[in-house]
Structures are given as C-alpha cells and as structure tokens.
Nanobody, 123 residues
Framework: QVQLIESGGGLVQAGGSLRLSCAAS????????IGWFRQSPGKEREFVAG????????YYQDSVKGRFTISRDNAKNTVYLQMNSLKPEDTAVYFC????????????????WGQGTQVTVSS
C-alpha cells in the first residue's frame, strides 16, 4: 500500500516556474515507477512525465519536453516535477501516481493515486 500526497501547486504567470512534490508513504517506494498526470476541465487525464523506481529512466509528453524535469529522491520517498517556462495550457490539476514497470504511461498501469494539486498559469 502506498499513499501519495502532492504539493507545490499554485498560481503563476506565463513563463514562470513551479516545483511539484509527490511525497509517498511506505518502505518500498523505490520499487515503484512514479508518473505525473494532469487533468483540465472538460479534458481527459493525460500523462505528463514518469520516472522509473531507480530514477535511471524518464519519459515526457512531447508538449513538456525541455520545460519539465522529473526527478526522485528515494531516501526522502519523494518525486519532484520541476516545471519551467509555464504556459496557460499547462493549467490543470496535477496528480502523481505509483505503479509497476519501467515508466508506464497508461493510467491503468498505476495502482495508487494522490488527490492532486492545482496549477494555474495566467497569461
């Protein structure tokens, strides 16, 4: 069982930065891949970025490549999503999720989900 809590969301102007954190409970955190997803009103939840349990593999959605960076600190049971050069279209609720596999990109591959944190980018 893994419990996930996201933090770090907020309101930022276009071009600004935010760093999201995903803190996890449990002693087996390093065995889980962690993914960040986002959902904006009227849209389906979409994969944003993911990282393998060891941190050696990462994967990004094309629209965030070069702007977002995912990382993890297994000693702190925490995964981070550094978001730079934010755009209004990045506005969404961001969720982190834990699953098995190298870097899953599909929602069904993730077993545990956080409650989400709101990111709002103003133009």
């Amino acid at each position: 069982q893994v419990q996930l809590i996201e933090s770090g969301g907020g309101l930022v102007q276009a071009g600004g930065s935010l760093r999201l954190s995903c803190a996890a409970s449990g002693r087996t955190f390093s065995t889980y891949a962690i993914g960040w997803f986002r959902q904006s009103p009227g849209k389906e939840r979409e994969f944003v970025a993911g990282i393998s349990g060891s941190g050696s593999n990462t994967y990004y959605q094309d629209s965030v490549k070069g702007r977002f960076t995912i990382s993890r600190d297994n000693a702190k049971n925490t995964v981070y999503l550094q978001m730079n050069s934010l755009k209004p279209e990045d506005t969404a609720v961001y969720f982190c999720a834990a699953g098995y596999g190298v870097v899953p990109r599909r929602m069904p591959d993730y077993s545990y989900w956080g409650q989400g944190t709101q990111v709002t980018v103003s133009s």
